[in-house]
């Protein structure tokens, strides 16, 4: 399948300091990509749906201003978290969605990266 | 939006019985439903999915049912194992974006 990669894998951080993280399609090209978070034993929440050269599109809650998403090409998006607080303190996956056609066969799946888990302090 | 429920959240058998986990969803228009295995500390994988043209897919010991009217869809895991152990996730896409919602996840223990 396709990979998906996610830098970095652990970050700690001060209040208040502001966290990139990366999510990099290494051998396809993803146009739209999505950002979740996940607490403990908890299911997978979704952020926002991040395409290719637009704005991305965050889901009903979440602070478009407070976690920035860049899709700046084909094969990267980037998810700043903004003066992060400890509630910010999760684990964050990106996925990149791929599409496509093979024979009748179409197909629509999602490719999940390693995670990043942010601790706030 | 798209609604899935999943259940049960927890879920222990004994190596080598069936294990099954349910969910339902709200919204008509989805056409997609894929299962994930997640592994403690680790992304989710995908294992199987299935389409809405679909009524019943399998693979080795894993099988998929969707019943579109009822709009539910099962996952089956046959002769389990212990490194079948994880929480597993059903989905389904819908909207426009075709964007995912999952559900709340099972935690399956299979015991020696």
């Known amino acids: 399948g396709a990979v998906v990669s996610q830098h970095p894998s652990r970050v700690i951080c001060k209040s208040g300091t502001s966290v990139k993280i990366e999510c990099r399609s290494l051998?396809?090209?993803?146009?739209?990509m999505f950002w979740y978070r996940q607490f403990p034993k908890k299911s997978l929440m979704l952020m926002a749906t991040?395409?290719?050269?637009?704005?991305?599109?965050?889901e009903q809650g979440v602070e478009k201003d407070k976690f920035l998403i860049n899709h700046a090409s084909l094969t990267l998006s980037t998810l700043t978290v903004t003066s992060a607080h400890p509630e910010d303190s999760s684990f964050y996956i990106c996925?990149?969605?791929?599409?496509?056609?093979?024979?009748?066969?179409?197909?629509?799946?999602?490719?999940f990266g390693p995670g990043t888990r942010l601790t706030v302090l | 939006g798209e609604n899935v429920e999943q259940h049960p959240s927890t879920l222990s058998v004994q190596e080598g019985d069936s294990a099954v986990i349910k969910c339902t969803y709200s919204?008509?228009?989805?056409?997609?439903f894929p299962w994930y295995k997640q592994e403690l500390g680790k992304r989710p994988q995908l294992i199987i999915d299935i389409r809405s043209n679909v009524g019943e897919k399998k693979d080795q010991r894993i099988a998929v049912t969707l019943n579109k009217t009822a709009k539910h869809f099962s996952l089956h895991i046959t002769e389990t194992q212990p490194e079948d152990s994880a929480v597993y996730f059903c989905a389904a896409l819908s909207g426009g974006y075709q964007k995912v919602t999952f559900g709340i996840g099972t935690k399956l223990q299979v015991i020696p």
């Open positions: 919204d008509s228009a989805s056409n997609y």
């Open positions: 051998d396809f090209q993803a146009t739209t």
């Open positions: 991040s395409n290719e050269g637009s704005k991305a599109t965050y």
């Open positions: 996925s990149a969605r791929v599409t496509g056609t093979s024979g009748r066969r179409s197909y629509n799946e999602q490719f």
